[in-house]
T-cell receptor, first 113, second 113 residues
Framework: GENVEQHPSTLSVQEGDSAVIKCTYSDSASNYFPWYKQELGKRPQLIIDIRSNVGEKKDQRIAVTLNKTAKHFSLHITETQPEDSAVYFCAAIWRNTGNQFYFGTGTSLTVIP | DTAVSQTPKYLVTQMGNDKSIKCEQN?????MYWYKQDSKKFLKIMFS???????INETVPNRFSPKSPDKAHLNLHINSLELGDSAVYFC????????????FGPGTRLTVL
């Protein structure tokens, strides 16, 4: 299946600092890259997504960048707050198996007040 | 007015038993999914299904089978449960396939003793 590598697996930052999570994918035909946030004991929820026809997308303190040539994309969170603490998952589509959806291995982000 | 619901929330059972988890969505979405989240928080696609095709992740044992009585429901049947099946199972749905936001259910925590 699709190989979606995500780094780092854990990340601790001071409140107000920025956090960056990176993912790489293997299917060059993949064209949709969402990011999901999962708070402890809760369900994953979409926070931002990007399609392959753009290189960057922003939504307030969250931004995602995409480098199609290098096949990697990143999540950037600025001015982090304690409520940003959660597990973040990137994802990509594996078209060889009929557009199956694969998540990265997750990044546990802790924002220290 | 829950968008995606699952029952039961918790399921404790013995090895070798057969069990089902139910999922319902009231969003009018055309695609539904089942995911398995293990103790390391890895989110793994098991199935995606719309009224036209079922896509099965090749690593899923054939003891697992999705059943869709109608467009709003995708139930998960598991035969001959094993210890390694213990995990949280999430149902999700989206409109228009994998390139759109997926809405997750609250999850079912399955424990096999």
């Amino acid at each position: 299946g699709e190989n979606v590598e995500q780094h780092p697996s854990t990340l601790s930052v001071q409140e107000g600092d920025s956090a960056v999570i990176k993912c790489t994918y293997s299917d060059s035909a993949s064209n949709y890259f969402p990011w999901y946030k999962q708070e402890l004991g809760k369900r994953p929820q979409l926070i931002i997504d990007i399609r392959s026809n753009v290189g960057e997308k922003k939504d307030q303190r969250i931004a995602v960048t995409l480098n199609k040539t290098a096949k990697h994309f990143s999540l950037h969170i600025t001015e982090t707050q304690p409520e940003d603490s959660a597990v973040y998952f990137c994802a990509a589509i594996w078209r060889n198996t009929g557009n199956q959806f694969y998540f990265g291995t997750g990044t546990s982000l802790t924002v220290i007040p | 007015d829950t968008a995606v619901s699952q029952t039961p929330k918790y399921l404790v059972t013995q090895m070798g038993n057969d069990k089902s988890i139910k999922c319902e969505q009231n969003l009018g979405h055309d695609t539904m999914y089942w995911y398995k989240q293990d103790s390391k928080k890895f989110l793994k696609i098991m199935f995606s299904y719309n009224n036209k095709e079922l896509i099965i992740n090749e690593t899923v044992p054939n003891r697992f089978s999705p059943k869709s009585p109608d467009k709003a429901h995708l139930n998960l049947h598991i035969n001959s449960l094993e210890l390694g099946d213990s995990a949280v199972y999430f149902c999700a749905s989206s409109q228009g396939g994998v390139r759109h936001e997926q809405f997750f259910g609250p999850g079912t925590r399955l424990t096999v003793l």
